[in-house]
């Protein structure tokens, strides 16, 4: 299986790559914990083209995971993005990883994440707000992060966790 991690532009084709997996994703991982008209109510609600505003803004990245041409993950750093409790002073970067349950080997993990960490070099602390019971947890704190506090995450309001990276500077 060919695996490549690679930055994604805001476009009609990155974002429909994107929406395959948030599609397939959210359908999967929310399946046993709300509704299918819930579920259904938010692809509905989906908007490519604030999607590829919110993209094209230069504090975002998107990076797209595709085993053999499929995409399969993805990740989405957000330079600045702030949550309570973190020090003022330092630089912070919001991660949303999602990885298919289908296609969370070790190697795509890595991948996505090796290209996600680079992209993340310049802040000091990496963020996410991370279900409960997402099976990429448990990848994220053997990658570094620990868990912050107990909160809620969207699009549902489903018991997740606050979890950090501290980025240490070389030099």
């Given at each position: 299986m060919e695996i490549i991690s690679k930055f994604t532009i805001g476009s009609d084709e990155g974002v429909n790559d994107l929406f395959t997996v948030v599609k397939s994703y959210v359908n999967t991982t929310y399946k046993d914990l709300i509704s299918v008209e819930e579920i259904k109510h938010y692809i509905e609600d989906w908007?490519?083209?604030?999607?590829?505003?919110?993209?094209?803004?230069?504090?975002?990245?998107?990076?797209?995971?595709?085993?053999?041409?499929?995409?399969?993950?993805?990740?989405?750093?957000?330079?600045?993005?702030?949550?309570?409790?973190?020090?003022?002073?330092?630089?912070?970067?919001?991660?949303?990883?999602?990885?298919?349950?289908?296609?969370?080997?070790?190697?795509?993990?890595?991948?996505l994440w090796k290209k996600c960490r680079a992209a993340a070099s310049f802040t000091d602390i990496i963020w996410t707000n991370i279900l409960i019971q997402d099976p990429l947890l448990e990848f994220l704190k053997e990658s570094g992060f620990s868990i912050k506090e107990s909160s809620r995450t969207d699009p549902f309001q489903l018991s997740s966790y606050i979890v950090e990276m501290q980025i240490t500077k070389n030099g």
């Open positions: 908007d490519p083209r604030k999607m590829i505003n919110e993209l094209n803004n230069l504090s975002n990245q998107l990076i797209i995971t595709y085993a053999d041409q499929k995409p399969v993950g993805y990740g989405i750093l957000k330079s600045g993005s702030r949550y309570p409790g973190f020090p003022e002073e330092k630089r912070l970067t919001e991660l949303y990883l999602v990885i298919l349950p289908e296609y969370s080997t070790p190697e795509i993990r890595e991948s």
